[in-house]
């Protein structure tokens, strides 16, 4: 079974912008979403992936990813997603043993700035870096599928 173990980070500075390993750019869309199931179609540079996670307990859920053909995938996003897609830029950088993904989010979620950092275990140590600002990993506003129902514009 697959499993993600995350916390997300709102940041607050510019500073990660000098480790910045590698980018991409994003475009997702939400095929369903409620608090039991979430089922994601991501463009990722000239990659695609249908993306199913189960409910989150504490910073855990179920997780299972497949790569599918991009053409499928540009598809499922213009005929099946209910919502608008997320667009972002997703920035990958290294912070003590862990790697993190940070998002510049655009669109209808301009202005928002988060990262994330995926964990073996809820209990994992590490590295905070300097650019890290407020938790939000139980704050459900925060999580894509709901950014897409009402982006951070409208908050």
């Not at 697959?2 to 480790?19: A, C, H, M, P, Y």
């Not at 043993?97 to 301009?110: Q, R, S």
């Not at 209990?123 to 139980?138: H, I, K, N, R, T």
């Amino acid at each position: 079974m697959g499993v993600e173990i995350e916390r997300k980070f709102l940041v607050k500075n510019d500073s990660w912008r000098s480790n910045v390993e590698s980018e991409a750019r994003v475009v997702q869309g939400y095929l369903a979403s409620d608090a039991h199931l979430t089922i994601r179609v991501r463009l990722k540079g000239e990659a695609a992936f249908l993306t199913i996670k189960g409910a989150t307990s504490g910073i855990t859920r179920s997780e299972y990813e497949y790569p599918i053909p991009v053409g499928d995938a540009e598809a499922m996003l213009r005929e099946l997603a209910p919502s608008p897609a997320i667009e972002k830029t997703r920035y990958k950088l290294r912070c003590g043993n862990h790697l993190w993904e940070l998002d510049v989010f655009a669109g209808e979620n301009a202005g928002l700035v988060m990262a994330e950092v995926e964990l073996g275990s809820e209990q994992e140590v590490f590295a905070m870096p300097e650019w890290a600002g407020e938790e939000v990993s139980d704050d459900r506003r925060y999580y894509n599928a709901n950014l897409a129902k009402n982006p951070y514009r409208r908050w």
